[in-house]
């Protein structure tokens, strides 16, 4: 069973994928891989991160959880991050298999907060990443999994605006 804590962070973990969900949902299919320019990722290659990044950051969540201290994270190039991003690979996930991810994902954070007590949330580990080094699994929580998605359904919203069509009154 989830904390008041844990609770009120879920709901805002929900809230924004059924944001992306949402603005995928009424954006037609083909605005959705176009990129706003050569540097910045299609919504297709926005949704496609967050979903490779929960389920990493999940992973890494509920792995504390069992060793606490154990060394955690990633830096930008790893792997699976880059894969997720990958023009070729986003162009093969239909609109229709990105919001059912999307979606999967909620009931995976949901199953994984309800695992985090109060005390768990004080807890640091190593990194990786030098920039996460030693921070508490309260930041794990707030910035790589809330606040990221957050962040990416801002982005989103933003890059959507470049790349639809005007509509001329």
Do not use: C
């Given at each position: 069973?989830?904390?008041?804590?844990?609770?009120?962070?879920?709901?805002?973990?929900?809230?924004?994928?059924?944001?992306?969900?949402?603005?995928?949902?009424?954006?037609?299919?083909?605005?959705?891989?176009?990129?706003?320019?050569?540097?910045?990722?299609?919504?297709?290659?926005?949704?496609?991160?967050?979903?490779?990044?929960?389920?990493?950051?999940?992973?890494?969540?509920?792995?504390?959880?069992?060793?606490?201290?154990?060394?955690?994270?990633r830096?930008?190039?790893?792997?699976?991050?880059?894969?997720?991003?990958?023009?070729?690979?986003?162009?093969?996930?239909?609109?229709?298999?990105?919001?059912?991810r999307?979606?999967?994902?909620?009931?995976?954070?949901?199953?994984?907060?309800?695992?985090?007590?109060?005390?768990?949330?004080?807890?640091?580990?190593?990194?990786?990443?030098?920039?996460?080094?030693?921070?508490?699994?309260?930041?794990?929580?707030?910035?790589?999994?809330?606040?990221?998605?957050?962040?990416?359904?801002?982005?989103?919203?933003?890059?959507?605006?470049?790349v639809?069509?005007?509509?001329?009154?």
């Amino acid at each position: 069973m989830k904390t008041n804590v844990m609770e009120k962070k879920f709901e805002s973990f929900e809230k924004s994928i059924n944001s992306m969900v949402d603005l995928i949902s009424i954006t037609e299919t083909g605005v959705l891989y176009k990129k706003p320019s050569q540097e910045k990722w299609s919504v297709m290659q926005i949704a496609t991160h967050i979903i490779e990044a929960i389920e990493f950051w999940v992973a890494d969540l509920e792995a504390l959880l069992v060793v606490p201290g154990a060394k955690w994270g990633r830096n930008h190039e790893h792997v699976r991050r880059l894969a997720a991003v990958d023009e070729n690979y986003v162009a093969t996930v239909s609109k229709e298999k990105a919001i059912a991810r999307l979606n999967a994902l909620i009931p995976l954070v949901n199953e994984s907060f309800a695992k985090v007590q109060q005390e768990d949330l004080e807890k640091t580990a190593p990194s990786y990443n030098p920039n996460f080094d030693g921070k508490p699994l309260s930041f794990l929580i707030n910035h790589l999994i809330i606040l990221h998605t957050e962040s990416h359904v801002g982005q989103m919203q933003r890059h959507l605006e470049l790349v639809q069509p005007q509509k001329v009154e």
